[in-house]
């Protein structure tokens, strides 16, 4: 079994936008505990498992010095390491 494309690969094949990407990181800003997010022409994402899975962003978005632009540069880099769902 092949494993799924990573986000980032997504924007080789254009089936995602840097404002697709920016629509989940805006939607796990406003509420952490999101669990599915669709984004670009077909895929899902669980923002949140993103981020949990992602050590560098999980252990900054605990730290009370990390100001708003750490962690949207956090959460966007866990979310274009994640493996988006084809829907």
Do not use: K
């Not at 079994?1 to 990407?21: E, G, K």
């Not at 805006?26 to 923002?47: C, H, K, Q, T, W």
């Amino acid at each position: 079994m092949a494993n799924r494309p990573m986000t980032l690969d997504l924007f080789v094949t254009l089936d995602i936008i840097d404002d697709d990407v920016s629509a989940v990181v805006d939607a796990y800003l406003a509420d952490p505990s999101s669990r599915s997010v669709e984004f670009g022409e077909g895929y899902r994402i669980n923002p949140a498992a993103a981020v949990a899975s992602h050590p560098f962003a999980r252990t900054l978005m605990n730290q009370p010095w990390a100001d708003a632009g750490l962690r949207r540069a956090a959460v966007r880099a866990a979310i274009l390491l994640a493996e988006p769902d084809r829907i």
